[in-house]
């Protein structure tokens, strides 16, 4: 059984640091892609980064390029958001999600896209205050 687990959320002011960290476990196949997903109350689930597995080739929503930087430690399956200069705009609950070779028919768009991943966490908040 495939888990993702989510750590690091918690409240800074704007400005501030946090990382994330998403540690997967029990799934058979590869992984490809692995992301991280935020949904903001009364707002659409938004991709904000995604990694390429094997390639490293990384993917950022507009609204945290040059802010947040995606990374993996393969050796501890482990996928991390490092997340700075903060926005109050950031808050969120933050999901980790993941995109096996199992998940291949749902690689249509871009992988910030929540159809590529078969496997989601079950978030971490983050909250900015101002």
């Known amino acids: 059984q495939v888990q993702l687990v989510e750590s690091g959320g918690g409240s800074v002011q704007a400005g501030g640091s946090l990382r994330l960290s998403c540690a997967a476990s029990g799934y058979t196949d590869s992984t490809v892609f692995m992301g991280w997903f935020r949904q903001a109350p009364g707002k659409e689930r938004e991709g904000v980064a995604a990694i390429q597995r094997s390639s490293g080739s990384t993917y950022y929503a507009d609204s945290v390029e040059g802010r947040f930087t995606i990374s993996q430690d393969n050796a501890k399956n482990t996928l991390y958001l490092q997340m700075n200069s903060l926005k109050p705009e950031d808050t969120a609950m933050y999901y980790c999600?993941?995109?096996?070779?199992?998940?291949?028919?749902?690689?249509?768009?871009?992988?910030?896209?929540?159809?590529?991943?078969?496997?989601w966490g079950q978030g971490t908040q983050v909250t900015v205050s101002s």
């Open positions: 999600a993941r995109a096996g070779t199992s998940d291949w028919r749902r690689w249509v768009g871009s992988p910030l896209a929540g159809n590529y991943y078969g496997y």
